[in-house]
Nanobody
Framework: QVQLVESGGGLAQAGGSLRLSCAAS????????MGWYRQAPGKQRELVAT???????NYADSVKGRFTISRDNAKNTVYLQMNSLKSEDTAVYYC?????????????????WGQGTQVTVSS
């Protein structure tokens, strides 16, 4: 089994910063892409940023220049540094990871999600 545990959400003022962390644990052979998504009330879940195993990044236009995604492969952890926060960044943020596990000599890939962490930005 694999778990993704997020931390670092909370309340921030507009213009402020927060840093999210997500640690993967369990039966992990390798991790491909890791990413962050968010879902605001009444809206669909949307991509925030992704990072590949070799560090290639991708960002939603709405966060480019303000958010930075990074990862520590030794710790199976992905981070999201959020600067210049806006009220429209308020949402539940979810960690996502494409993880390969080993099972008795063969391997399976599965897309895992964290439980979500609330980020609230007050204007």
């Amino acid at each position: 089994q694999v778990q993704l545990v997020e931390s670092g959400g909370g309340l921030a003022q507009a213009g402020g910063s927060l840093r999210l962390s997500c640690a993967a644990s369990g039966n992990i052979f390798s991790i491909n892409v890791m990413g962050w998504y968010r879902q605001a009330p009444g809206k669909q879940r949307e991509l925030v940023a992704t990072i590949s195993s070799v560090g290639s990044t991708n960002y939603a236009d709405s966060v480019k220049g303000r958010f930075t995604i990074s990862r520590d492969n030794a710790k199976n952890t992905v981070y999201l540094q959020m600067n210049s926060l806006k009220s429209e960044d308020t949402a539940v943020y979810y960690c996502n990871a494409d993880i390969r596990s080993s099972n008795g000599g063969w391997y399976t890939n599965y897309d895992y999600w964290g439980q979500g962490t609330q980020v609230t930005v007050s204007s």
